[in-house]
């Protein structure tokens, strides 16, 4: 549906893209090294290399990493890769047929599935090897690699083009298609 690494889910016709974001050893000290200080709850604190900016000149280590004592007295710090953190755009708008409203340009609101309550996605039929031509579940379009014989294909302009063939086929390089071997 969508190329991205971001999570996604849908609330009240809505949907939410969910970013992932590092959590920071030092968060509010621009740069800084990280010591041994057993006085601090993580036994490590933050010292801000750049004193009258970037934050505080010294504060203890976020507890939201773990900490290695290093024997030159420095921490290394191993922090999580974050939290979620709920981000309205983009939205998408969905009609009462679960269609959606605001696609890209250059690209059509194609159901999932044949299923009159499927969700839909935004696909460019141009290119998509999914919805060739068109929106497949709606029979319009093709899925280029259900085609008889085709190991590997593409969509170009709308039309499915095969590039290799299985076993048993060969290529036309006249229609990209694959034809049994007879």
Not at 127 to 145: E, I, M, S
Not at 150 to 156: K, L, T
């Amino acid at each position: 549906m969508f190329a991205h690494p971001a999570i996604l889910a849908f609330v009240a016709g809505t949907l939410f893209l969910h970013t992932v974001s590092a959590a920071s050893p030092c968060p509010g000290i621009t740069n800084y090294n990280i010591v041994v200080d057993n006085t601090s709850p993580t036994g490590c604190k933050c010292v801000n290399t750049t004193p009258g900016k970037g934050g505080p000149a010294k504060k203890n280590a976020s507890a939201s990493c773990t900490y290695t004592h290093n024997a030159d007295g420095t921490c290394t710090p191993t922090c999580p890769t974050g939290s979620r953190r709920r981000r309205s755009e983009p939205k998408i708008y969905l009609n009462a047929d679960r269609s959606i409203i605001n696609c890209p340009e250059g690209q059509t609101s194609c159901p999932i599935t044949s299923s009159a309550l499927s969700y839909h996605e935004c696909a460019n039929t141009q290119t998509d090897l999914d919805n060739c031509g068109g929106c497949t579940a709606l029979d319009q379009g093709q899925v280029c690699g259900k085609q008889a014989g085709v190991r590997s294909a593409s969509c170009n302009n709308g039309v499915c083009q095969a590039h290799s063939c299985r076993t048993g086929y060969t290529l036309d390089r006249d229609t990209w298609k694959c034809n049994r071997i007879d």
